[in-house]
T-cell receptor, first 114, second 113 residues
Framework: EAGVVQSPRYKIIEKKQPVAFWCNPISGHNTLYWYRQNLGQGPELLIRYENEEAVDDSQLPKDRFSAERLKGVDSTLKIQPAELGDSAVYLC????????????FGPGTRLLVL | GDSVTQMEGPVTLSEEAFLTINCTYTATGYPSLFWYVQYPGEGLQLLLKATKADDKGSNKGFEATYRKETTSFHLEKGSVQVSDSAVYFCALSVRAAGNKLTFGGGTRVLVKP
């Protein structure tokens, strides 16, 4: 069974540029999470999807961040415009339902904003 | 809000030494507790978990016991190997919050031969 797939693995951009990250969860997993992991810290939740609905986006900085999960499968997280402080690893995780406790993580996208 | 506190690293050990990483938590509900591991260049992997008080999670020689009375979930391994060098994260989730994970800051462990 394939795991959670994320792309790109690395991205370097200049500040004020847009950037997008893509996630393909494990097949059949209805719940999808995006986390941000700053250097030397634990991941923090940005947004949680149940199928195509964003049910918890309270931690998403909505002035510059947006996310979508069309058709309830793949998801895209976008930053526009990027700031220096957005440099971090962006992690995607999935579970079959939010009632399941074990989340399966992708390898992450490491973003560097110059 | 929910939070997890774990000992800061790095922790440097010799091979076959005993490892303990302390983790304490605060939660508004009844949490499930986890240890995740991140090996160099890899993603987060679940190491072990416990879902109720006094449960012991175990995997790959690692153990942790859910202690409700002390709100702790300390990770232990009796004899570490070089391959255990990684960053370890303690985390909790609460079902009422959609099982989002709240992580500690991570503890880097370096095992020397």
């Amino acid at each position: 069974e394939a795991g959670v797939v994320q792309s790109p693995r690395y991205k370097i951009i200049e500040k004020k540029q847009p950037v997008a990250f893509w996630c393909n969860p494990i097949s059949g997993h209805n719940t999808l999470y995006w986390y941000r992991q700053n250097l030397g810290q634990g991941p923090e939740l940005l947004i949680r999807y149940e199928n195509e609905e964003a049910v918890d986006d309270s931690q998403l900085p909505k002035d510059r961040f947006s996310a979508e999960r069309l058709k309830g499968v793949d998801s895209t997280l976008k930053i526009q415009p990027a700031e220096l402080g957005d440099s971090a690893v962006y992690l995607c995780a999935s579970t079959m339902t939010s009632g399941q406790e074990t989340q399966y993580f992708g390898p992450g996208t490491r973003l560097l904003v110059l | 809000g929910d939070s997890v506190t774990q000992m800061e690293g790095p922790v440097t050990l010799s091979e076959e030494a005993f490892l303990t990483i302390n983790c304490t938590y605060t939660a508004t509900g009844y949490p499930s507790l986890f240890w995740y591991v991140q090996y160099p260049g890899e993603g987060l992997q679940l190491l072990l978990k416990a879902t109720k008080a006094d449960d012991k999670g175990s995997n790959k020689g690692f153990e942790a016991t859910y202690r409700k009375e002390t709100t702790s979930f300390h990770l232990e391994k009796g004899s570490v190997q070089v391959s255990d060098s990684a960053v370890y994260f303690c985390a909790l989730s609460v079902r009422a919050a959609g099982n989002k994970l709240t992580f500690g800051g991570g503890t880097r462990v370096l095992v020397k031969p």
